[in-house]
C-alpha cells in the first residue's frame, strides 16, 4: 500500500518569513514518482515539481527547493522569504511507474500575512 | 481559454436525482482524470482514460458511479440515485500521458451538494 502523510495541518507565517512544508511517504515499491502540487483559493491544483525515485538531487527552482531523502522517506518543500501569493493548500502525492493513479496527502493550508 | 474547462461549477441536487458532470481536457492531451476532494482532504482518484476507453476505474467507489468519454476528448461523469456521501468537489486533470510522466493539469472542480 502507497500512503503519504502531510502532518502540517495549517501553518500561519508572516511574509519573507521561510516555511518548510513536511511530506514523509510509505511505499514498498522502488520506482515511484514524487509530486508536489499548489491549490489556491480558485480551487485548480497547480503542479510545482516532480521527481522519481533514483533522483535524489535537492532542487532549487526561484524561491522554492525540495529537499528529497529516501532514507528518511521524505519529500520537503521550502519556500524562501514567503510572500502573500503563497498562500494555498500544498499537496504532496506519490504515484508508481506504470501505475495511473497520484495519491495525495491530505495537504498543508499554508497562511502568509502582509 | 486553454486549460481544462469543469461544468457546471456549481451543482445542488437532491437526495436520489441523477447528476452529469462535464469535463473539457486540454486538446491533444490523450490522458484524462477523475478525481474527488471532500473538504479538508486530498484529492481521491475516480478513473483513469487513455484516449476513449477507461484504463484504470478501480477508484469509483460504487455502481452508482459512470465515466465516458466516447470521442477521446470530452468526458462526462455520471452519478445515479445520488446520496449526501456524494457531496465534494469533482476534479478533472488531463495530462499527455501517464501520470507519473509528466504533471497533470486540473481544472477548478465542479462543487457537488446533494441535500
Known amino acids: 500500500a502507497q500512503k503519504v502523510t502531510q502532518a502540517q495541518t495549517e501553518i500561519s507565517v508572516v511574509e519573507k518569513e521561510d516555511v518548510t512544508l513536511d511530506c514523509v511517504y510509505e511505499?514498498?515499491?522502488?520506482?515511484?514518482?514524487l509530486f508536489w502540487y499548489k491549490q489556491p483559493p480558485s480551487g485548480e491544483l497547480v503542479f510545482l515539481i516532480r521527481?522519481?525515485?533514483?533522483?535524489?538531487q535537492n532542487e532549487i527552482s526561484g524561491r522554492y527547493s525540495w529537499n528529497f531523502q529516501k532514507s528518511t522517506s521524505s519529500f520537503n518543500f521550502t519556500i524562501t522569504a514567503s510572500q502573500v501569493v503563497d498562500s494555498a493548500v500544498y499537496f504532496c502525492?506519490?504515484?508508481?511507474?506504470?501505475?495511473?493513479?497520484?495519491?495525495f496527502g491530505k495537504g498543508t493550508m499554508l497562511l502568509v500575512s502582509p | 481559454g486553454a486549460g481544462v474547462s469543469q461544468t457546471p461549477s456549481n451543482k445542488v441536487t437532491e437526495k436520489g436525482k441523477y447528476v452529469e458532470l462535464r469535463c473539457d481536457p486540454i486538446?491533444?492531451?490523450?490522458?484524462l482524470y477523475w478525481y474527488r476532494q471532500s473538504l479538508g482532504q486530498g484529492p481521491e482518484f475516480l478513473i483513469y482514460?487513455?484516449?476513449?476507453?477507461?484504463?484504470?476505474d478501480s477508484g469509483l467507489p460504487n455502481d452508482r458511479f459512470f465515466a465516458v468519454r466516447p470521442e477521446g476528448s470530452v468526458s462526462t461523469l455520471k452519478i445515479q440515485r445520488t446520496e449526501r456521501g456524494d457531496s465534494a468537489v469533482y476534479l478533472c486533470?488531463?495530462?499527455?500521458?501517464?501520470?507519473?510522466?509528466?504533471?497533470?493539469?486540473f481544472g477548478e472542480g465542479s462543487r457537488l451538494t446533494v441535500l
Open positions: 511505499t514498498r515499491d522502488t520506482t515511484y514518482y
Open positions: 486538446s491533444g492531451h490523450t490522458a
Open positions: 486533470a488531463s495530462s499527455f500521458s501517464g501520470p507519473n510522466t509528466g504533471e497533470l493539469f
Open positions: 521527481r522519481n525515485s533514483f533522483d535524489e
Open positions: 502525492a506519490l504515484s508508481f511507474s506504470g501505475y495511473s493513479t497520484l495519491t
Open positions: 482514460f487513455q484516449g476513449t476507453g477507461a484504463a484504470d
